[in-house]
C-alpha cells in the first residue's frame, strides 16, 4: 500500500465516522449534536491526513 493509498483509507474512515456519528445523533433526534460531532469527526480526520500529505510531500516531491 502506498502512503497516498494510506492517505485515501483515511478520508473514507472519516466519511464513514461522519456517517455513524450522524446516524446515533439523528436517531436520538438530537441533530444539533449530530452537526458537531460530524465536525469535530471531520476535523480530526482532516487534521491527521493533513499531516500525512504534508509528509508524503516532503519525502516524494521536493
Do not use: C, P, S
Amino acid at each position: 500500500m502506498t502512503k497516498l493509498d494510506e492517505v485515501i483509507e483515511k478520508l473514507n474512515e472519516a466519511i464513514d465516522l461522519w456517517d455513524e456519528f450522524t446516524e446515533e445523533a439523528e436517531d436520538a433526534g438530537n441533530y444539533e449534536a449530530a452537526f458537531w460531532q460530524k465536525t469535530n469527526a471531520l476535523t480530526v480526520r482532516i487534521a491527521a491526513t493533513r499531516n500525512d500529505i504534508e509528509e508524503f510531500q516532503e519525502k516524494h516531491l521536493v
